[in-house]
């Protein structure tokens, strides 16, 4: 069973999660050295490969749960301000009130990870997003 460090809500057909940013996994998998004595893990893209290869390498074949950085949870708290914003834009913000910082934070969290799962995905078919 692999491990996951993204969102774990994004499971669709039964693939298990990128151990990296959580989107479905696309068959693309990795074990360090390709040896039994490390676990093996599943990733949505080779830009995601890339990432979870160098960070086996540097930790003894593992991918451990990553803590987002002070930046990340930073930028995470910002944006509650334009989901506000959205929100009553939408005429949902009386539901937004009655969610949890915890519970809003999830909301971007899950967005976030989608975008970037999406950029990822267009990066690994040599598409420039930017
Ligand atoms: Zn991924």
């Known amino acids: ?7 774990p809500k994004f ?8 151990a990296i940013c959580g989107f479905e996994g ?6 360090l050295d390709l040896s039994g004595l490390y676990p093996h893990y599943v990733f949505c893209s080779m830009p995601c490969v890339r990432i979870g290869e160098a960070i086996a390498k540097s930790n003894g ?3 451990e749960k990553m803590a987002l ?3 990340e949870n930073h930028a995470i708290v910002d944006a509650r301000l334009q989901l506000w914003e959205a929100a009553q834009r939408v005429g949902i913000a009386d539901h ?3 969610m949890s910082p915890e519970q ?22 040599g598409e420039v997003p930017f």
């Open 104 to 125: 809003i934070d999830d909301l971007v969290k899950s967005v976030v990870i989608g975008f970037q799962a999406s950029i990822q995905r267009a990066m690994g078919r």
């Open 11 to 18: 499971t669709f057909l039964g693939l298990d999660p990128c």
């Open 69 to 71: 950085s002070d930046i």
């Open 96 to 98: 937004i009130e009655k």
């Open 26 to 31: 696309r068959g693309f998998g990795f074990r």
């Open 1 to 7: 069973m692999a491990k996951r460090l993204g969102h």
């Open 61 to 63: 074949g593992k991918i």
